[in-house]
């Protein structure tokens, strides 16, 4: 865009964007050390070979070395913020103490959908923010979360609770602000539903009839950071991977992927559920805690809650 004096327009980076809003200037470090992170994420994507690591994790899949050196990048930069305590991340089985006079615990998934990285369809890191020494915490005590997504543009969503912010990386490696406070309308006409279908229960397969029959389109690229962005940058819609006959507790983890994403998605106006309960309010079982999850516009995840409630 060209300024009336035919000068480009100054765009606002991220660290200014925290500044401007009065963040403290501790978290503002850690989200501005996963911003530099994540440019060494994404330049191994585009440049990295793709092989297996030899060491599987916690839940027995198979680690691309992508995830093991994603994991590295992101540990090394925590450490380096001196503002960090503790880390959760979903490629280690335990948690980490980085600096016992670090201010914030982060959980992360460091590469969300790696097993899509050799099909080239779009992956992500998924984090959240506590404040203090205790990274196995309720969604409700999360003071900020973010994802940033790896696709043909690399963006960052953050918020702090005080709205939903998007941000691009441009040719210098610099995010520079999209678009302030995201807001998600009350209902949708797009879903995104994860798990096999074959093994829906009665109240999820009624409630993708419904979906159906109010003329809902499908969208889904088996990406859990890009599905719960189209939803969230077009501002309506749902994703879901629900309970399954064979799952019952779904598929997706709650402090590295649910609590953070359910937390970005409440701020811009719209809801997260496991079927039963607000996914913010679930105390974690331990690290590999997972849970079943309707996510998106309001109406929507009320009424698959409605399904849930009746037919199960
Ligand atoms: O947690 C990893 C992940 O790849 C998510 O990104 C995605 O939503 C989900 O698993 C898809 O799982 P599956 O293909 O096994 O149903
Ligand atoms: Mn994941």
Do not use: W
């Not at 200014?16 to 503002?28: F, G, M, Q, S, V």
């Not at 602000?177 to 798990?195: H, R």
């Not at 983890?253 to 997260?272: C, D, H, K, T, V």
């Amino acid at each position: 865009m060209i300024g009336e004096a035919g000068t480009t327009p100054f765009q606002k980076d991220l660290r200014r964007h925290l500044r401007e809003r009065d963040e403290d200037r501790d978290l503002t470090r850690v989200i501005c050390e996963l911003a530099t992170a994540s440019r060494y994420v994404i330049h191994s994507i585009r440049t990295g070979e793709l092989g297996v690591a030899g060491t599987s994790n916690l839940y027995g899949e198979t680690q691309l070395a992508l995830d093991v050196l994603s994991d590295r990048i992101l540990q090394k930069r925590m450490k380096y913020s001196g503002v960090v305590a503790k880390i959760a991340s979903e490629e280690i089985d335990e948690v980490i103490c980085v600096n016992p006079d670090g201010k914030y615990s982060i959980v992360y998934d460091p590469l969300d959908g790696s097993s899509l990285v050799d099909v080239n369809l779009a992956v992500g890191t998924i984090v959240g923010i506590y404040e203090g020494q205790e990274p196995l915490s309720a969604g409700n005590k999360l003071v900020a979360a973010l994802y940033i997504l790896y696709g043909p543009r690399c963006t960052l969503v953050y918020s702090t609770g005080n709205g939903v912010h998007e941000f691009a990386m441009n040719a210098l490696m610099e995010y520079t602000l999209v678009q302030e406070n995201v807001q998600m309308a009350p209902s949708g006409t797009i879903y995104s539903p994860g798990g096999q279908r074959n093994q829906y229960t009665p109240g999820v397969e009624k409630f993708v009839s419904y979906l159906e029959e109010k003329g809902s389109k499908l969208r889904y690229s088996g990406g859990f950071v890009p599905d719960i962005n189209q939803v969230l940058i077009k501002g309506q819609g749902l994703f879901m991977y629900p309970h399954l006959k064979n799952a019952p507790r779904g598929k997706l983890r709650l402090l590295y992927e649910l609590n953070p994403m359910a937390f970005l998605i409440e701020q811009a106006g719209g809801a997260a559920s496991n079927g039963r309960q607000r996914i913010l309010d679930i105390e974690p079982e331990g690290i590999d805690h997972r849970e079943p999850i309707f996510i998106g516009s309001k109406e929507d995840v009320a009424r698959a809650e409605k399904f849930v409630a009746e037919f199960g």
